[in-house]
């Protein structure tokens, strides 16, 4: 096993095995049966081409050969940071034919958080675009394989480059090594198929082992609670790299039934709308703020959405209402709530649990070997009804983050529940509902922001004396983050200024403050700490007395 995994206690992993809930086969293994099966059908759809289930298998095939004629082997780890392409699908199964680990990286991702990947994980390989807008990813990658001892490979999509070898080609460049290699290969179904990233609240987040035994599980599981069969199409438009879209069923559960997937570039919503209408689409996949656009603009009442059934929601709770909205506007289409997590537990409303079921909770756990306790402050289990933090283990959630045994004897319990750090309580009905949050995290529509992340960075400018950055509701993406700062005698800060130093220190974009309000003091709690709750009604209440609320809070990248 890759050292750096915490492996799955031998009494678990052989019960979820005696139980059928892992196979034992590699997700190579997997899929190798997948793609003769079901050969004639159509697996992915992107822009105007359709690739059939063999012609995947094909083409990964030949990608695989190519892969380790440029030097990748077996548990090699590959950060891969592709946008919404059919090169991610064929490269993800390339990769997984000889053993490598992709870690799943967002095409928003910048110099601060793929040079961790790189480190935390050894990395032997990056996989980027040409160029996203206006960032050019080559000048990154080349400054941080200047700076790894690891890193010797680089992978590029399009026209190849000086240092960097093309996806492209690689793709498409007959293999000159014989088909046979890839048999020879043998792949431990306990080690990590992916690496998933968590939202961790202490800075970058950290590498989540996704196993071969349990993300095939996590995918199969999913899919059968979702009504996912040969006749369903995915319409994937969230980022390909996340854990919904990808295993949640995702692509893997819509292939391992026969069904196919449609990539879309783009949540524009008469782009989904049109994607929806042409490939008769039967799933889509949402965050709440997409699906309220989606709702908001006119493209319904220009293109036919009746071939949807189901819409998933997850990332954040949806409010009553939307629901009530889709089945208003979109009658032939169930809202299915879901709870995850990349750290492995699932939950989902079901199809047939009443009106008010659906309308109140995030679903129950897809397993029967899912294990949930809610703790209260102390440990103990609270009573029923009662809300405590979400603690979970069973044959997909994680024993432990890569690498990090400190963290982790932190972050699960001596018996080996991950503590999750979210407030539930269990509804009558035995489905949950989410209460809020332990972990100081902003749930910017769906992205999970690390507010410590950001505070330590602010606390870097020389005007701050201190900040602590809170959540402030928002109508289109449920929470932006604003800045709460205390500036030094005699020194100014702006908003502006402020954006600006932190792009400086080359995060993702997505993880700026949208608001800065500047204190003269933080209201503390009653132990002298900052109260970030005490903050947070504060600066909601300023937002509802607001007459015009988007004057102060920047609606931009």
Partial sequence: MLKGVVPFPPEFAQRYRDRGYWSDKSLADEFRMVFKR??????????????????LDRLSDNLALNLLGVGLRPLDRVVVQLPNVAEFVILYFGLQKIGCIPIAALASQRYAEISQFVRLSGATACVIPDRTHDFDYAPMINRISAESASLKRAIILGSAREGFVSLTELISKPAVMPIARLSEIKIDPDDPAVFQLSGGT?????????????????????????AVNEDSVALVVLPIAHNLPLAC????????????AVIGPNTKPEHMAELIQKHRVTHLK??????????????????DLSSLKIVQSGGQSLLPQTRLLVKKLIPNAFVQENFGMAEGL??????????????????????????????????????????GELCCRGPYTLRG??????YNARAFTADGFYRSGDLMRQHASGNYIVEGRKKDLINRGGEKISAEEIENLILSHPS??????????????????????????????????????????E?????????????????LSTFGKVSKKKLAEMIASQLEAEQNPGATLDRGS
């Fill in 401 to 406: 983050y890569f690498g990090v045994p400190d």
């Fill in 202 to 226: 202490t800075g970058i987040p950290k590498l989540i082992p996704r196993t071969h035994n349990d993300y095939a599980y996590n995918s199969k599981a999913a899919a059968s609670v979702c």
């Fill in 286 to 303: 949402v965050v709440p703020s997409l699906l309220i656009r989606l709702l908001n603009s006119d493209v319904l009442t220009h293109y």
């Fill in 507 to 523: 995060i993702a974009k997505y993880k700026l403050p949208e608001r800065l309000e500047i204190l003269p003091e933080f209201p």
């Fill in 38 to 55: 079901y050969a004639g059908r159509v697996a992915l759809i992107a822009g105007e081409r359709a690739i059939s289930y063999a012609e």
């Fill in 249 to 260: 069923p995702g692509i893997q559960g819509f292939l391992l039934n026969g069904g196919a």
């Fill in 346 to 387: 699932l939950m989902f409303v079901r199809l047939d649990d009443p009106p008010d079921v659906c309308l109140e909770t995030v679903g129950r756990p897809i397993s029967p070997a899912d294990e949930v306790r809610l703790l209260d402050e102390e440990g103990n289990e609270v009573l029923p009804g009662e809300v």
């Fill in 464 to 505: 701050v004396k201190n900040v602590a950055c809170i959540p402030v509701p928002d109508h289109d993406l449920g929470e932006r983050m604003c800045a709460c700062v205390l500036v030094r005698e005699g020194a100014r800060l702006s908003f502006d200024e402020l954006k600006k130093f932190l792009l400086g220190k």
